[in-house]
């Protein structure tokens, strides 16, 4: 079932490593079918190198395994939780990129100090609490979630697409699986350049609000005039 986004999410779990985000096995990425109910994520555990698209894993939003040889990765109650919570996304992605989990290990939020940063996330990219005790203690992947979305009452997620996890590092996403990719690589990009400003400028004030708004919707939204008309894409197809 859900072959075809099997074979997306199994694409962008590997195009994760071809963009260096992933050590070891520290990283997945999911597609939810919304007509279904149902997401597709990636195995826990097994290797990068002989993943492939029968080896993912179908859940449901309570994290049950609906299909799969495998067990799903343990991140996947985080996943649906922000699936539940963000009705348009379609694909979420965590890694423990470097940079972007040295800013959550240091509790900062990065905020947006340049028209790179302003082009991906309308603002600072939060960070979402640690959980406590007793929200480590039972249902704890579920609990990162819950403080994702709490983080969020405030924000919109479609112009905010990530957050850094307290103590832990990033969740991207996007409206799909693909999409979530270039969010998490934008984000751990963003935060290099973040870490490096900060060294040669410590006190460096974030971008003019006149420019952080120019940057993000001339690239998103329906004024948006970055890169080519769909119809011109048409064309040269
Ligand atoms: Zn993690």
Redesign the pocket.
Known sequence: MLETLKEIVCAANLELVRQGLVTLT?GNVSGIDRSRGLMVIKPSGVAYAGLTPDAMVVTDLDGRVVEGAFAPSS?TPTHARLYQAFANIGGVV?T?SAYATAFAQAGREIPCLGTTHADHFHGAVPVARLPTAAEAAERYERNIGEVIVERFRALDPDAVPGVL?AG??PFTWGPDPKKAVENAVALEAVAQMAAATFALCPDVPPLPAHLLDKHYRRKHGPGAYYGQKKDHLKEIQ
């Open positions: 520290w991140d965590h423990h996890a832990h590092g």
